[in-house]
């Protein structure tokens, strides 16, 4: 049991450490360098100069947007009501967004009954069943507006492509503190009215022509206006707060955000219902209903600044050294495992040092006795003629 538990002491209080073996081999150090060469390409190219790992970011956009929308348009309803031929509409008329029916028949009140409480666009059922005396089906009583909305009416889409929309948008980093705002604060109120966005001749003008936001989504536009749609507009704000803060500058980018149902048999577009109200001189309110397919904008705000700090530079520096050792360790696997001579290798690198101090500091004058005394007993050993 001591002999075990001595030479469990004697394995476990050991020290390794690295020999350097030097491997004149064309192909390991090819393989080395190239290795070594990659890394520090990646580190560089990619951790440092790409994504900045230098700097210390912030993520966390606050952000508010403002939007103002113009430009007149003409109502041509295709039904028999020439009053709406031809209707002028303004902002007031089309920008809102302040929501389909069913029929149902019945032969009893008791049919209607288990309607009542049932969320309809177009009406409350009273559990009544309304039918003439000589039929034996009807249809249950529905207290609403009347008559009840006519979702067959047909109307041409107004042209929308030359109103306009003008984007006000302020941002703020907080871990750093800085507030900037889409467009420059030298712009004048002259050069607001007269400049519409271009991504390459103007793209600092916060006003955009509607016509020109459909292009930009690559989607066909005689079928947006005709079913709705909803489009997103992105304004990225990527700041390099290192460099001198007028570079940082939004940009815009365009998607239809509703793209995946546009093939659908149902539920496809955007639209939405509002209603305005009216009272006659002898107290009957009225009301005109408007089922409105419309094209919906979603301005969406996101936004990353970076600026130099100590800690995360030295981070990455450490890990890009770190990393730089792989090469050694692909090279030793290489040839370890798959060149010969590896049996040659593995002995240079991997070598046993057995210290016998202890043996020696303790039975030093017993060893010297023995040999003094017994000489025979050391050089004939195993002679019993002697």
Not at 22 to 35: D, F, P, T
Not at 143 to 158: F, Q, R, S, Y
Not at 288 to 308: E, N, P, Q, S
Not at 364 to 377: A, G, K, V
């Amino acid at each position: 049991m001591g002999f075990f538990l001595w030479g469990f002491l004697t394995d476990f209080f050991t020290y390794e450490t690295t020999k350097s073996v030097v491997v004149k081999s064309w192909s390991v150090g090819i393989i080395n360098r190239i290795v070594q060469l990659l890394i520090i390409t990646y580190f560089v190219g990619w951790v440092f100069i790409h994504e900045k790992a230098y700097q210390s970011s912030d993520t966390n956009i606050e952000s508010s947007v403002m939007t103002k929308v113009k430009g007149f348009g003409y109502l041509q309803n295709q039904n028999q009501n020439e009053n709406y031929q031809n209707r002028v509409m303004d902002v007031a008329d089309y920008v809102s967004p302040p929501q389909t029916g069913k029929k149902f028949r019945c032969s009893s009140d008791k049919d209607c009954q288990k309607y009542v409480g049932s969320n309809l666009y177009n009406g409350v059922i009273t559990g009544a069943c309304l039918k003439n005396s000589n039929e034996s089906h009807g249809m249950c009583e529905m207290e609403g507006w009347c008559p009840a909305e006519n979702d067959a009416i047909e109307i041409e889409p107004m042209d929308v492509n030359n109103f306009t929309i003008f984007i006000k948008n302020s941002i703020r980093f907080p871990l750093f503190n800085v507030t900037r705002g889409n467009f420059p604060p030298t712009m004048t109120a002259e050069q607001i009215k007269k400049c519409i966005y271009h991504p390459e001749d103007d793209p600092l003008c916060p006003i955009f022509r509607v016509g020109d936001v459909l292009h930009h989504t690559g989607q066909n536009i005689t079928e947006l206006l005709s079913r709705g749609g909803e489009i997103g507009i992105n304004i990225q704000w990527e700041c390099n707060l290192d460099l001198n803060i007028e570079n940082c500058i939004p940009k815009y980018s365009f998607t239809r955000l509703d793209a995946p149902f546009a093939k659908n048999a149902v539920s496809k577009g955007y639209n939405f219902r509002f209603a305005k109200y009216f009272k006659t001189e002898n107290g009957t309110e009225f009301r005109t209903l408007h089922k409105a397919f419309a094209i919906r904008f979603d301005v969406m705000v996101t936004g990353k600044a970076g600026k130099f700090n100590t800690i995360p530079t030295m981070i990455n520096l450490v890990a890009a050294f770190t990393s730089i050792g792989l090469g050694a360790v692909l090279c030793d696997i290489i040839l370890l495992n798959f060149l010969k001579g590896a049996e040659q290798y593995k002995a240079k690198k991997f070598e046993e040092v057995l210290l016998f101090m202890a043996q020696q500091l303790v039975f030093p004058e017993t060893y010297q006795n023995l040999i003094t005394d017994f000489p025979c007993c050391f050089v004939h050993a195993g002679n019993n003629s002697s």
